[in-house]
């Protein structure tokens, strides 16, 4: 059985999302208590060629970035972008 993570969540990392999407993105962040791609629910999927695993989970046109601190059972969830923003940002994932 796996071991259920704790989910943080940086305060503004809703800002310029809008209301209606809020709630489901936040649904499917508590989900990420089974932040391993395969457990739980979600397209999960680790980025590779970063120098800290991360991850991402989509969400219809989102993405939700996050890094997962096995000692501490923490999930910490860093950014929210749309598909568009994410691949500006990072480059395709």
Request: net charge positive; proline share 5%; hydrophobic share 35%.
């Amino acid at each position: 059985m796996s071991m259920k993570y704790d989910v943080l969540v940086l305060p503004n990392i809703f800002d310029g999302i809008p209301p209606t999407l809020r709630d489901n993105l936040k649904k499917e962040i508590k989900g990420l208590s089974k932040p391993f791609p395969g457990d739980g629910r979600g397209d999960k999927k680790e980025i590779k060629g970063t120098y800290d695993a991360a991850y991402r989970l989509r969400v219809g046109n989102y993405r939700i970035f996050y890094r997962i601190n096995s000692n501490e059972h923490v999930v910490n969830v860093f950014d929210v972008l749309t598909a568009e923003q994410a691949h500006k940002k990072y480059g395709r994932l």
